[in-house]
Structure formats: structure tokens, C-alpha cells
């Protein structure tokens, strides 16, 4: 397996940051009255934002880098939210101390979520690397001829009781005609 810094992995764990990024920036503006207006601008943060996280996803991120994106996504987002006057005076942007503590909190409670989601991802990525490399099945063409009855390859091995206590119910072997591979 891939690490979780490469492939789909990688794009999902970004995509999950950027999504709680982006889900959190639009429950607050709701939650503060605000009505969410998709404009471009907050579309292409939110697709320059993906990329952003998609791309910080390479290696395993700690609690403050992730802390670190959710702030600054929180900052931005804001911005584009504001930059359409959905807070009424534009150049106020609707900085309160209720709204930035609002902020503050609920950032730092999602980056541990956050955080303590990556390291249980790579922490199975790194069980996984533990576990033994199956080796992949070769072609075992059936032999030639007739098929063997199951019937003729079982010979009984009791011969007397000792043997009839020690024993399974016969031969281990694989039935006659087949080839014995040890």
C-alpha cells in the first residue's frame, strides 16, 4: 500500500481539510445571520483552497500546521465572504470579539479532530506495513487425463488401535494423480 501522502489517499485527506475548512467558514456566517451567496469569488477560494490542501498533504501534518491552514482559511474566507457586502458595510467585514473568539474556538476543536484523524491514518498505514507480503497466485494448470475420484486417493492409514487414537480420519496427501508439492 501507498503511503497516505501519495495517490488517492493524499487527495482525500486534503479534501478533507479543505472541506472543513470551507464547511466551517460557511456554518459560522450562518450561524451569525448571514445568508450564503455563492459567488466567484467564494467559489474559486474554495477551489484555490482545495488545491492548497491537497498539496500540503504530502506528508503527515501535525496539530499546527493544520491549526495554521484553518485559521488562515477562516481569515480568507471571510474576506471573500465580505468582499460581496453580505456584511453590510463592506469595509468593516463584521469583526466582533464574539466572532473571532466564535472562530478561535471551533478552529482549534476541528484541528485536533483533525489532527488526531491524521495520525490514526498513518498509524494504520504503518500497521499495515507490518503485515506479511502475500505473494500473488501462480497459474496451476490441471493435469492432464481423466480426473482422479476423490474415493480412490482416500486410503485409511488405522492399521490397529494405537493408530486409530493417534490418527486423523486418513491420508493427508493430495489425491492420487495429483502432483505432491512439499
Known amino acids: 500500500m501507498k503511503d497516505p501522502g501519495r495517490g488517492m489517499a493524499r487527495v482525500v485527506r486534503g479534501l478533507i481539510l479543505a472541506t472543513t475548512c470551507l464547511g466551517m467558514s460557511l456554518a459560522a456566517h450562518v450561524a451569525a445571520g448571514g445568508v450564503v451567496h455563492l459567488s466567484v469569488d467564494v467559489v474559486a477560494g474554495g ?9 500540503a498533504a ?13 485559521v488562515l482559511s477562516q481569515l480568507v474566507l ?42 490514526l491514518v498513518w498509524a494504520l498505514w ?10 500473488p ?5 490441471p493435469p492432464a487425463g481423466p480426473a482422479p475420484s476423490v474415493l480412490q486417493s482416500y ?25 505432491n508439492v512439499r
Open 47 to 55: 477551489l484555490a483552497l482545495s488545491a492548497m490542501c491537497v498539496a
Open 58 to 70: 504530502d506528508t503527515r501534518r501535525s496539530f499546527g500546521g493544520i491549526l495554521g491552514v484553518v
Open 78 to 119: 471571510h474576506l471573500f465572504a465580505g468582499a460581496g457586502g453580505h456584511h453590510g458595510e463592506v469595509s468593516s467585514y463584521g469583526w466582533t470579539p464574539t466572532m473571532l473568539a466564535s472562530h478561535v474556538i471551533a478552529a482549534v476543536v476541528l484541528s485536533a479532530l483533525l489532527a488526531h484523524g491524521e495520525r
Open 126 to 135: 504503518g500497521l499495515t506495513r507490518l503485515l506479511p507480503r502475500v505473494p
Open 137 to 141: 497466485v501462480q497459474d496451476v494448470s
Open 155 to 179: 486410503r485409511p492409514i488405522c492399521r490397529n488401535l494405537r493408530d486409530l487414537c493417534l490418527s486423523g480420519p486418513g491420508t493427508r496427501a493430495p489425491p492420487a494423480g495429483l502432483p
